[in-house]
């Protein structure tokens, strides 16, 4: 497997925090993760009946959730749109409410129609629980992406600098030195 680590240092090709949704690789892990948490969703959350068909509902609408998320955050990538961090923070959890949202009102309604799911009498109660549920998840998602952004610029300032690689290998911080290493690869770059 190839690695992917210079696509997430800053001054390569991605300047955000994420990593490239536009990637086969991520778009697997993204499904996989997604695929996880749906199941662990549907066995936290059964009441009794038929465990498959709520697994499913379940599956499909967290995948149809975390696929167009993420097919979207791809989208506002080759677009430019996702620029510094908080813009790119800010537009990360508008494309996961909003989809979240449109897939909860569809939900509702089909749940209605086939007699199966939530129906329209918990309908604050379901979008309410649903959006709970996304921003703590996206919340999660975006602090793990930004704290190991932060690690690979670390490491990656660390090998470029001659005096901070040799406070890192006698096992000192490299704090000092990395604000202005950092200054001067932004310059740089």
Known sequence: MPDNTEKSIPGSENSTYLPD??????????LLVVQLIAI???LVSFGGGRLFVHLALISLAMLWVGLTTA???????????????VRTTV???????????LVSFLSLGLGGVMSYGPTAHDTVYTLARNLAIVVILVGLALRYFYLRHESLCATFTCATNPICA?????????RPCRRESVRTFYSIA
């Open 40 to 42: 662990m969703f549907a």
């Open 71 to 85: 097919a979207l955050l791809c989208l506002m990538k080759r677009q430019g749109w996702l620029g510094d961090h």
């Open 21 to 30: 949704f536009c990637d086969g690789e991520v778009f697997l892990r993204l």
């Open 166 to 174: 040799s406070r890192c290998r006698l096992r000192r911080a490299c």
């Open 91 to 101: 537009l990360v959890f508008a494309a996961a409410i909003l989809m979240t949202l």
